[in-house]
């Protein structure tokens, strides 16, 4: 089941929301979501349900007699124990293939390559689960003593199969302990909304573009079709894990919870360290916390664990080599810029500063993008313009010069939404002092949010499947 999706849309959120609502105790409201949530994963994932659920008992359990030993030997060995477990699934179902694959291209073996299928979700519940047993084990949080609450916070629905990776921390008391405002019912519904068009109006027509000139390779493309379709892939990329993140967060708020934010306007970044605390920051955030400065050397050292929090950024995306490669990339733009200094990047001018960022951003996508390293090899030729010379292929040709013009709205439209143009429009609204322009600002918001609705809502009648792209990873 897919958050852009009709059925999900009019049935099972409005269900789920009535069923909520009707019921007075916690206890009882929990008890729903837990139901929801389940039926939710196993709509896609029948069997691997029971993955999930045996998950959330095991780290339940062990986190339980972590912190009964602490400190003490038997619970450094239960701690490895579950680390062990964790990683040891997600390494089964996401990466034996990859390593399989390797392993016969470098030594020239025929080992039968495993098809497994990966189950949905599983990066992101697995590093939740990691999270919470290493905070019981830090002492940062105290262990849930109630199943039924740990459960709750792993399969809970709308962070379950995407994100964003939502710290027990940021949520514990919230389990126990939550009401719903207006406010809250207001702010989550319009942020639904706001993610939905992300997705449906923005994100599904940009990848249409990416499709005709990236979808059978890309040799004779143009230099200029090149940079052209980079870019766009960048704008739907953001569209459309930023619009999930948008559902997740607003649809958290419409159940009482408040998760962090996942985006923060990450394209008006000054430096790639900078776009890393804007994109994807419950990512950045947890191999921060729980990698960065953890002793994994004999003692901490700063650039080796920089350079294996960004190997494992990168292979957590997926079991590929090109992602391994991108996120190093992005580890040695972080490295020069710590070697250069901050005082030296202040003295760059600002527009340099944002041209240096987008260049290599844009780049990076690249490498996102094409797993075949044949691809890859020909994109660096085509953004260099050496194809010119290899290939013989021009600098511009004109079905890129037609697609641009012919999506020229669509482009602007996605330009602005990388901005935070219409949030500054909108808090001048509601904090105005102004009575009336502060009414004026609420209904206007709640009309725009509503033909918004309508028009993504017309635009899925004909849509046979949505899926988000973080959902294989």
């Not at 293939?97 to 390797?102: H, K, S």
């Not at 494992?312 to 190093?328: E, Q, R, V």
């Amino acid at each position: 089941m897919i958050f852009a999706d009709l059925f999900f849309l009019f049935l099972f959120l409005p269900v789920c929301l009535l069923c909520y609502y009707q019921a007075s105790r916690l206890k009882t409201r929990n008890l729903i979501l837990i139901i929801f949530s389940l039926i939710f994963y196993a709509w896609g994932e029948p069997l691997w349900v029971f993955l999930l659920i045996f998950s959330a008992f095991f780290n339940w359990f062990m986190a339980l007699q972590l912190e009964k030993f602490k400190d003490e030997l038997p619970g450094k060995i239960l701690l490895a124990v579950a680390l062990c477990v964790d990683l040891g699934f997600l390494f089964v179902f996401k990466y034996t293939g990859f390593f399989v694959e390797t392993i016969n291209a470098i030594f020239r073996t025929g080992i039968p390559v495993p098809s497994i299928r990966l189950p949905i979700g599983i990066s992101f519940f697995t590093f939740q689960a990691i999270s919470y047993v290493l905070d019981v084990y830090w002492e940062t949080v105290p262990a849930q003593k109630k199943f039924r609450h740990f459960l709750l916070y792993l399969s809970f629905f709308p962070q379950l199969i995407a994100g964003p990776i939502v710290r027990y921390s940021d949520v514990e008391k919230e389990l126990t302990k939550r009401r719903v405002t207006p406010q809250d019912f207001y702010e989550g519904s319009t942020r639904v909304v706001i993610g939905l068009t992300k997705k449906v109006l923005l994100a599904n027509n940009l990848y249409t573009i990416v499709e005709n000139f990236f979808g059978n390779g890309i040799t004779g493309l143009s230099t200029l079709g090149t940079w052209y379709t980079v870019i766009i892939y960048s704008m739907y990329v953001y569209f459309d894990f930023s619009g999930y993140s948008d559902m997740a967060i607003g649809m958290g708020r419409l159940f009482g919870f408040h998760f962090n934010e996942n985006f923060n306007y990450p394209f008006i970044t000054s430096s790639i360290a900078e776009f890393w605390r804007r994109w994807h920051i419950s990512l950045g955030s947890f191999f921060r916390d729980y990698l960065l400065y953890v002793p994994i050397f004999g003692k901490r050292r700063q650039y080796l664990n920089l350079f294996l929090v960004w190997f494992c950024t990168g292979m957590w995306h997926g079991a590929s080599w090109n992602y391994i490669l991108w996120g190093l990339y992005y580890g040695f733009w972080i490295f020069f810029e710590q070697k250069l200094g901050k005082k030296a990047m202040k003295k760059w001018p600002v527009w340099f500063k944002h041209l240096y960022s987008l260049f290599l951003i844009v780049i990076g996508f690249g490498i996102f993008y094409f797993e075949d390293f044949g691809q890859l090899g020909q994109f660096f030729l085509n953004i260099t313009g050496i194809s010119m010379i290899v290939n013989h292929s021009g600098f511009a040709d004109p079905v890129t010069w037609s697609s641009l013009l012919n999506n020229l709205f669509l482009i602007a439209l996605g330009v602005v939404a990388c901005l935070p143009v219409l949030p500054r429009i909108r808090t001048w609204f509601h904090d105005n002092r102004d009575t009336r322009i502060f009414k004026i600002g609420k209904i206007s918001w709640v009309v725009i949010c509503g033909v918004a609705l309508v028009i993504c809502s017309i635009a899925l009648v004909d849509a046979t499947n949505n899926p988000f792209l973080y959902w294989r990873f």
